[in-house]
């Protein structure tokens, strides 16, 4: 099984330019987010999707756009890259019930460097 | 704001030794708490999930406990091995406004020496 997949997997962008990560998972999952992992600040979510055509703002959402036009991808994109913005960003996937939830799915990262 | 605290940040132990990860949280309703491992480099990988109506949760050399009512999980890992290191995080599962988000605590970076 894929599970979730990441691409790219490292990044080097110019301050100012935009790109696009892609996260695609193949369990139809409900349940897809973004999140950014930096040293000292542990995992913060960036947005989440409960299902197509569904996106929402999580902790830290400034200077990323999403979309979720079908179940099985859940693109991340960066308007115009900051150095803050340099980080490790993870996709993961669930099924979605509240009290009866699967386990949460991990990509394996993309590390981005904005210079 | 839900707030999750994983105690000690590291922990470094011998080989073949039994050991105790914490994780508290401020608000008990929550919908269910994971635990993770990450390697160096890697990507999360689930070890365990507790329903908000469970206990406890056993895989293998692992057991997980969940007390909601105190805020607080534990991660018990049995005769650890060199394998095991790795940084532990744990995660709870909560509701913001209309839908549901994960919120991690900062982890506990294990080292199991040989």
């Known amino acids: 099984n894929a599970g979730v997949t990441q691409t790219p997997k490292f990044q080097v962008l110019k301050t100012g330019q935009s790109m696009t990560l892609q996260c695609a998972q193949d369990m139809n999952h409900e349940y897809m987010s973004w999140y950014r992992q930096d040293p000292g600040m542990g995992l913060r979510l960036i947005h989440y999707s409960v299902g197509a055509g569904i996106t929402d703002q999580g902790e830290v959402p400034n200077g990323y756009n999403v979309s979720r036009s079908t179940t099985e991808d859940f693109p991340l994109r960066l308007l115009s890259a900051a150095p803050s913005q340099t980080s490790v960003y993870f996709c993961a996937s669930s099924n979605h019930r509240g009290l009866r939830d699967t386990e949460a799915f991990f990509g394996q990262g993309t590390r981005l460097t904005v210079v | 704001k839900q707030e999750v605290t994983q105690i000690p940040a590291a922990l470094s132990v011998p080989e073949g030794e039994n050991l105790v990860l914490n994780c508290s949280f401020t608000?008990?309703?929550?919908?269910?708490l994971q635990w993770f491992r990450q390697d160096p480099g890697k990507g999360l990988t689930s070890l365990l999930l507790?329903?908000?109506?469970?206990r406890e949760q056993t895989s293998g050399r692992l057991n997980a406990s969940l007390d909601k009512s105190s805020g607080r999980s534990t991660l018990y890992i049995a005769a650890s091995q060199p394998g095991d290191s790795a940084t532990y995080l744990c995660a709870v599962k909560i509701r913001g406004g209309s839908n549901y988000k994960l919120t991690f605590g900062k982890g506990t970076l294990l080292t199991v020496n040989p």
């Open positions: 507790i329903q908000s109506s469970q």
């Open positions: 608000d008990s309703a929550i919908y269910n």
